[in-house]
């Protein structure tokens, strides 16, 4: 059976001092050039996992965020889990819902929403159990 499909999106820039013979790719028919990003973020809504922020104490926004998004132009997508490193302490975040597209970049005019519960855990890895769709689905016969 396959791996469920997954996809990310990154920042790709040319370097003309690099000779393609250096280029190489483990499993080239996995990359795919889906969009040219060309828009920013105008907000994200950004919530903590919740196995991940206990003991975590004091701001998440200013300990986590800032750091991390701060003039970099990170490239996300809706549904992104991503991985934050502060204060000897690491936090994992999904990425819930963004505006105005399913891909954009975080800029630094970008309003980033944190508050809300923390996502559990289970409800991320029962999106990764294999359903009737995964199977060809289920109709009657």
Known sequence: MEMKGRNTVCIVLADENCDDSNIRLSHPQDVAVLCTIERYFLREYILPIGDTIEGVTGNLFDVYFTPYFLEAYRPVKKGDLFLLRS????????????????????APDT??????????REDEEKMDDVGYDDVGGCRKK
Not at 87 to 104: I, N, Q, R, W
Not at 111 to 120: A, D, L, S, T
Request: charged share 25%; proline share 7%; glycine share 4%.
């Open 87 to 106: 204060v000897m302490h690491s936090v994992e975040f999904k990425v819930v819902e963004t505006d105005p597209a399913f891909y954009c970049i975080v």
């Open 111 to 120: 309003v980033i929403h944190c508050e809300g519960e923390p996502v559990k």
